[in-house]
């Protein structure tokens, strides 16, 4: 029997793959408090294929999806912190309103193309405002490996890939060849 790759895994979970037109569109923002039936439809779908995800693959470093990943081309993401504790964060027509100038290099995964790890430089802190289903905005601040998870899925809103964000030069690392799976990411203290 052959083994599954891991981006045809993601796939047959449901994930819109690499080379999609989704993922690289800008994803429409819900109008709030107007469309929030249409925004928890979306929030749903999209916490339902995270529990599908999460049965076949461990996320020691966290864990997001964006709707565009699932075929809904709507600016919401869900992201579940690597810490057990700590519940899920849902991000509806979020965006980065501040960035620290202090950033780091981590290696990344992507759902819509599993088979690589990339390099990829982050901003150890952001500022993201975001649409609460009543309509009002809430600002939140986030740090480190939250922060790199967030901004993950803020740039699958807005149609861009981790590839995107590498430096010149720096190709994908394919899974088989990287070594830090079922570790969280490392941070001096």
């Given at each position: 029997m052959?083994e ?6 993601m796939?047959n979970l ?6 999609a037109?989704?993922l690289t569109?800008p ?11 249409a925004?928890?439809?979306a929030v749903d779908?999209l916490?339902a294929s ?6 076949v ?5 966290g864990?997001?999806i964006?709707?565009?990943?699932i075929?809904i ?6 992201v579940?912190?690597a ?8 991000l509806?027509?979020p ?8 950033s780091d290099e ?7 193309f599993?088979d ?6 982050r ?5 993201v405002e975001?649409?609460?289903?009543d309509g009002?905005?809430a600002?939140t601040v986030y740090?480190?490996?939250?922060a790199?998870?967030?901004?993950h899925?803020?740039d699958?809103?807005?149609g ?13 690392l ?6 830090q799976?079922?570790?969280s ?5």
């Open positions: 052959t599954v790759r891991p981006s045809e895994q796939r449901g994930v819109v793959q690499h080379g037109p989704i569109e994803a429409r923002p819900f109008g709030l408090p107007a469309e929030r039936d925004a928890e439809q779908a916490f995270m529990e599908r995800i999460a049965q693959h461990p996320f020691a470093k864990m997001g964006a709707a565009p990943q075929g081309g709507r600016a919401a993401a869900v579940q912190p810490d057990e504790g700590a519940g899920a964060i849902v509806l027509n965006r980065i309103t501040a960035a620290s100038d202090e981590q290696y990344e995964g992507c759902l819509s599993f690589v790890r990339g390099l990829v430089p901003p150890l802190r952001i500022t975001t649409t609460t289903l009002p905005t600002t740090e480190r490996g939250l790199r998870l967030i901004a899925e803020i699958h809103l807005d861009h890939l981790y590839l995107d964000r590498m430096r010149p030069g720096v190709d994908p394919p899974v088989e060849q990287y070594r799976t079922g570790r990411w490392a941070y001096d203290s």
